[in-house]
Structure formats: C-alpha cells, structure tokens
C-alpha cells in the first residue's frame, strides 16, 4: 500500500494516508475555550455530568474540564492526565494530556480550558431553602404530653434514618422539626419517605398511624397535588416501663406491631403479650422514673442494696448471670412497699 500524499509504502493507512502523513498537523483532541462548573452555596457539592457530587474544588474542577474533551473518531482515550492551576479565586486553567491509539499507534496529546466556577444552589437546597414539603409526621402520645426523653429519641431515630437514606437519594431531607402542644411534627421532602419512616415507627414501638391527605395545588400540567399527614400516635406504655401483669409486676422489653414481651421482676422469665392486653394493663413505674440503688454486696442469685428512698439494707432477686459489681450502682424500681431490681 501506497500513501496518497507521500507516495511512501506503509503498512498501515487511514483514509489512504501513512500515519505521518495522517498525523501531521492534525488536532487530535479538543476542549472548548472554558466550562463553567457549577457549585451549590449551600452544599457545596459541584454539579458533574448533571450529578450533585460531594467533592474537593480540585477534583471537581479537573473533572469539569474533561467532561467538554472531545478526540477524532479515529482514536480512542487509552489514559488521561489532568492538571489545574488556579488563576484566580473563580477560575482554573486546567491542561489535559492523553494517550490516544490510534490504530497500533499511541500518540500523546495536549490540549487546556479555563474552568470558571459558578455560584448556584442545587435543587434539592432551594427546595429545602424554600421549605419545600409533601409530608408531615405528627408525633403524638396517647397521655396528655409526649415525654422528652422519647421525642428527641425518636427525632434522632428520623433524622439518622434520613441521614442515611439521603446518601443514595438527595431529594431525601427533613424541612422542618417543630414542637408543638402535646408533640412533635416533622416535614419532610418526600411522602415515600414519611410513609417509611411512619412504618418503622408503628413496627418499632407499637404505635399507631393515620394517614390523611390535602389538597395543596395543581402542578403546571394539571395534576393535582396532595400533602400527606401521618399521625403518629404512641402508646402511653414504652419499653422499660414497668407494668402490673396478672397482679405482678413486669418490665415492658419489647414493642412490636402486634405486641410486646414482658420480663417479670420477680423470676425475670419472658411472656409474649398480644397489644390489645398491652393496653389494659396499669402502668407502675414509668422508666424514668426508675431509681438507682449502690450495691452493698452480692451472694448468689441475690444483692443486697443500699434501699434509695431510707438508705436500709435490702435484699434483692436478680437473674442469672447477670453481671453485677460490688460498689457499682444497680436500677431498681419500687411497687408499693416492695424493692425490685430492674434489669
Ligand atoms: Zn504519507
Ligand atoms: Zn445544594
């Protein structure tokens, strides 16, 4: 084979040319004059590729700038070498060099763009800026109020579950968390979200849920918008309460959908109870209520206790194998006259 241009024999053509002939002079790879990367103000993530990535300025800037490199059909990217120089505090020249083959041949390349970073604010923050909600959770107790202690702890259960959820789809956040008389209501971005949240929350601690929707609008193309509320109702009884079964008392271990499971103080053995004989049942002493007792000494399946309330010495059951110190301090709970460890 002959070469059109330089008449050479050569073994290997493109377009009828010899490689020299076909390389010489020719742009192999391009990048446009500058690509303007876009940052959120607010996330501080960069937008790549149409994707919100959390990411250092550097390696966004150098992504950005590959993202506009383009090479001749004829050749293929075998590697790529970036490196970005700031020119000032917005904008980066960044120089690409490549390995491109070319039928048996590998030829470098180089070619450079400015990367101009502009300020934004990603969807997902102007929507959470702009409190953008479809749900609300309403936490709700079947006493008077919801105890402290069990709002922040299932607060902290959301927005942990959310935090982690939001890893793999940023349209996922908490809008709002805000107390109100007899609870908590929490907004979020999306009603999947609240439904599963709602679920966990039914399954986990045995409360109840009501669903209801509202009409809030219509979308430009006509359909109607609806909010979701979820009321969120917890059962007066929580888990380490201590509740009269059969005129004994008992520590609540366990909430589930259906039921719970209960540990008597006296023998520690565990029942299964059926929810609706939860409910029936006279709460002793709440767990906040428990009380902390300096163990004296231990013999056997017994301690012996400095009593909290009269500071007398009092004998106490414990169960098997339960790790107890001399000089440590034990929870107990008192019913009636009676003193009982609470394991
Ligand atoms: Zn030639
Ligand atoms: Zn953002």
Redesign the pocket.
């Given at each position: 084979m002959f070469c059109v241009k330089c008449g050479r024999d050569c073994e290997e053509q493109i377009d009828g040319l010899c490689m020299e002939c076909f390389l010489d002079g020719r742009s192999l790879m391009v990048l446009p004059h500058h690509v303007d990367l876009q940052r959120?103000?607010?996330?501080?993530?960069y937008n790549i590729r149409d994707r919100?990535t959390k990411t250092t300025e550097e390696d966004a800037v150098q992504e950005a700038a590959l993202t506009g490199l383009a090479v001749i059909p004829e050749s293929q990217v075998v590697s790529v070498a970036t490196m970005a120089q700031a020119q000032d505090d917005r904008t980066y020249e960044v120089k690409v060099q490549a390995d491109l083959a070319i039928g048996s041949y590998i030829v470098q390349a180089e070619s450079s763009t400015l990367v101009r970073v502009k300020n934004n604010?990603?969807?997902?923050?102007?929507r959470?800026l702009g409190n953008y909600y479809e749900a609300t959770m309403q936490i709700r107790s079947g006493e008077k109020d919801l105890p402290d202690d069990l709002r922040d702890e299932i607060v902290r259960r959301i927005r942990d579950s959310v935090e982690l959820q939001a890893k793999n789809n940023r349209q996922l956040f908490i809008t709002k968390v805000q107390e109100v008389p007899g609870g908590v209501d929490i907004m979020l971005s999306s009603i999947s979200l609240a439904r599963s949240l709602t679920k966990d929350l039914v399954e986990s601690y045995g409360a109840e849920s009501k669903e209801s929707a509202s009409l809030v609008g219509q979308s430009s193309d006509g359909i109607d918008i609806y909010r979701l509320t979820y009321l969120v109702r917890f059962p007066a009884y929580h888990t380490g309460d201590v509740l009269e079964y059969r005129g004994r008392p008992y520590k609540l271990t366990g909430l589930s959908k259906s039921g719970g499971k209960l540990m008597s103080l006296i023998d520690f053995r565990e029942t299964s109870v059926r929810k609706s004989e939860i409910q029936d049942l006279r709460i002793l002493v709440k767990h906040g209520d428990r009380k902390e007792a300096l163990v004296l000494s231990r013999s056997g399946k017994e301690i012996q206790v400095m009593h909290p309330g009269n500071y007398s010495t009092v004998d106490l059951r414990i169960p098997e194998g339960a790790e107890i110190a001399e000089g440590g301090n034990v929870d107990v709970v008192q019913v009636e006259d009676e003193l009982y460890y609470l394991p």
């Open positions: 959120c103000t607010n996330c501080e993530e919100w604010v990603c969807k997902r923050c102007s959470q």
